[in-house]
């Protein structure tokens, strides 16, 4: 093999690796085709508003309990119900 066919062979590989780089970022960027969302949609604001509903109830402060009262993690049948079918 002569010299200038490993020069060749030398630099097939990172100019492949270049190439395919190029390819893929081209594939799954298309910054070409997709639209500028920031330039074609108009977003309006408007003031936040609460309703009379949104009232604080009771505030929890240092809490040490380890778990939720009236959970049922270990009353498997309880949480499970069989589904009723026309079988």
């Keep these: 093999m002569s010299e200038d066919g490993g020069l060749f062979l030398l630099l097939l590989g990172p100019t492949g690796g270049a190439g395919l780089y190029w390819l893929l970022y081209r594939y799954y960027r298309n910054t070409d085709k997709s639209h500028a969302f920031e330039h074609e949609t108009d977003v309006v604001a408007q003031p936040v508003t609460g309703a009379d509903q949104d009232r604080k109830i009771r505030e929890i402060k240092g809490t040490r309990a ?17 589904m009723q079918g026309d079988s």
Aim: overall charge positive; glycine content about 6%; proline content about 0%.
């Design 66 to 82: 380890t778990s939720i009262s009236g959970n049922n993690v270990r009353a498997y049948r309880a949480r499970v119900q069989q």
